[in-house]
């Protein structure tokens, strides 16, 4: 249990409730990614995001990776390091990042793979369940970027 003197990566905490810091990405996987690595991603995730507090989804698809990470933002920022000089993937484009209190889009999915034919169903079901203007703002970017082609999964 945290005592009020020790420091917190949540420096926005309001009413108890902490800020979330969120950072979506996409980028182009490596050659030799395919469906038995992404399936060590995801449990590599599994087993690691619980502890640090980190939820969201992976979707790969036509050689790229869309990831949505939330959680703590020392978390997720050394997490965002990590996947930076990670071979398996390169060219990570950041789409969007923010922090606030609010709840998490993704509260039960440590990590998620979702498939490229439901990338688009899932971020418009977050939409219709974001609570925040910034979380839906995200979402309807991601959207328009699936819709105009610029994002491609």
């Known amino acids: 249990m ?3 003197d020790e420091p917190t990566d949540e420096p926005h905490a309001v009413y108890g409730m ?15 990614v395919n469906d ?35 959680g703590p933002r020392d978390s997720v920022t ?4 990590r996947l ?18 609010r709840e998490r889009l993704f509260p039960d999915w440590d990590m998620e793979l979702v498939g490229a ?10 939409l219709d369940n974001a609570a925040e203007r910034s979380q839906a703002d995200a979402l309807r970017r991601l959207l328009a970027m699936l819709d105009s082609g610029e994002l491609k999964v």
């Open 18 to 32: 902490p800020a979330l810091y969120s950072y979506s990405y996409c980028s182009r996987a490596a050659p030799a």
């Open 36 to 70: 038995a690595e992404v399936a060590r991603i995801i449990a590599t995730a599994r087993r690691h995001n619980p502890r640090l507090g980190i939820t969201g989804l992976l979707v790969f698809g036509g050689g790229v990776f869309f990831q949505w990470l939330e």
């Open 117 to 126: 034919t439901d990338i688009r169903e899932v971020l418009a079901d977050a």
């Open 84 to 101: 930076a000089a990670d071979d398996r993937h390169d060219t990570i484009i950041m789409l969007d990042e923010s922090e606030e209190v």
């Open 2 to 4: 945290q005592t009020p």
């Open 78 to 81: 050394a997490l965002v390091r």
